[in-house]
């Protein structure tokens, strides 16, 4: 079982649509936990940075902790064409040096 | 601010060529710097990090050597590419203190032929 089980989609949704992407983790001592989006040929540019459970909102952008179920979710709200991007969760291993452990990423596209 | 920058964008290498990538870190001190590939579709995988000048640790046995010469300059090396090193590189940065998120530059992709 991998450390991070992410969807790979793809998941296309129509603009204006209210977009899930969700993680689930096995690592209970996971306490930080990201989101990155990667458009095609760049590099993942970090979305949201949470710690332990519990909501963070940032504009159109929620992100989710449920440390208890051990599942991790990112909302986008009013969801546009410019979002169409690969979507990563990151969790922070224990033991420091801010080593992370991804998902495999979900592809997303939002068609007008 | 901090910046991040990663060269070349673009490689094209015949099998048992060397390799030398390069990634330099601006607007901080003391970066923790990292290497990762991402092969198509899948996630990233750690391949070096580095928490301060010629420490480097290694994540996973490969072809691939790296080294930090100065404190914000991240080199990833290879003596004699194989086929399976293609894919995409990509160097991080964190603030050298605990739990802080990395930030990435924009990747080499690396064709081998």
């Known amino acids: 079982q991998k450390e991070v089980e992410q969807d790979p989609g793809p998941l296309s949704v129509p603009e204006g649509a209210i977009v899930s992407l969700n993680c689930t983790y096995s690592?209970?001592?996971?306490?930080?936990f990201m989101w990155y989006r990667q458009y095609s040929r760049k590099g993942p540019e970090l979305l949201m940075y949470t710690y332990s459970s519990g909501n963070k909102e940032d504009g159109r952008f929620t992100a989710q902790v449920d440390k208890s179920s051990k599942y991790i979710s990112l909302f986008i709200r009013d969801s546009q064409p410019s979002d169409s991007a690969t979507y990563l969760c990151?969790?922070?291993?224990?033991?420091?040096?801010?080593?992370?452990?991804f998902g495999a990423g979900t592809r997303l596209a939002v068609h007008p | 601010s901090q910046t991040i920058h990663q060269w070349p964008a673009t490689l094209v290498q015949p099998v048992g060529s060397p390799l030398s990538l390069e990634c330099t870190v601006e607007g901080t001190s003391n970066p923790n710097l990292y290497w990762y590939r991402q092969a198509a579709g899948r996630g990233l995988q750690l391949l070096f990090y580095?928490?301060?000048?010629?420490?480097i640790s290694s994540e996973v046995p490969q072809n691939l050597s790296a080294s930090r010469p100065q404190d914000r300059q991240f080199i990833l090396s290879s003596k004699k590419l194989l086929l399976s090193d293609s894919g995409f590189y990509l160097c991080?940065?964190?603030?050298?203190?605990?739990?802080?998120?990395?930030?990435f530059g924009d990747g080499t992709r690396l064709s081998i032929l």
């Open positions: 991080a940065w964190s603030v050298g203190q605990k739990n802080q998120p990395q930030h």
């Open positions: 990151a969790m922070m291993a224990p033991g420091g040096y801010n080593k992370l452990i």
């Open positions: 580095s928490v301060g000048i010629g420490q």
């Open positions: 690592n209970s001592a996971f306490q930080y």
